[in-house]
């Protein structure tokens, strides 16, 4: 009789140690770490957000000459780091600056040497976007006669 009792308890510390872990398990999926960014990191964020904006503009204008490409070029691969992934995936951010590449190498004043150097500077400063940036600057390419 008192061997059923042992086997009763036994079993209970058993599924109530269980059903703590399966608790405990499921909270720690549901948890989220949020990380809170200073007002100074804010800044440059806008910052970099408005000088990437800029910068697109002048990839988009028609008008821009080789220069004004080139500078465009030199300001998004020191000035402008692409965002990083999150988890091995493209942030949504991420998609202006993908947006640039196609413009530059789409643009009618861009030339093949202008392409390698814009590949070469923004694979140094991005390293984790190389794939991205081949795949951008090649749609480009294909997009040159058909751009408006």
């Known amino acids: 009789m ?4 042992l086997i ?17 398990v499921m909270n ?3 948890t989220v770490i949020v990380e809170k960014k200073t007002p100074q990191e804010i ?10 904006e800029e910068l697109v503009e002048i990839a988009a204008k028609r008008t821009s000459t080789k220069n004004e490409l080139s500078a465009a070029i030199l300001k998004a691969a020191k000035e ?18 993908l947006n640039f590449i196609l413009l530059i190498a789409s643009h009618k004043n861009t030339d093949a040497k202008m392409i390698a150097f814009m590949d070469t500077e923004l694979k140094k400063a991005n390293p984790e ?3 991205e940036i081949d795949i951008y600057e090649n ?3 294909h997009q040159r006669g058909n751009r408006v």
Do not use: D, H, T, W
Request: glycine share 6%; with cysteine; net charge positive.
């Open 139 to 141: 749609e480009g390419i």
């Open 28 to 30: 720690l999926q549901k």
């Open 8 to 24: 009763i308890g036994i079993v209970a510390v058993i599924i109530i140690v269980l059903v703590s872990l399966f608790i405990v």
């Open 2 to 5: 008192q061997e059923n009792y």
């Open 80 to 97: 402008c780091p692409f965002p990083p992934k999150e988890k091995g995936a493209l942030p949504k951010s991420a998609k202006v600056y």
């Open 43 to 52: 800044k440059e964020e806008e910052a970099r957000k408005i000088a990437i």
């Open 129 to 131: 976007y190389k794939q």
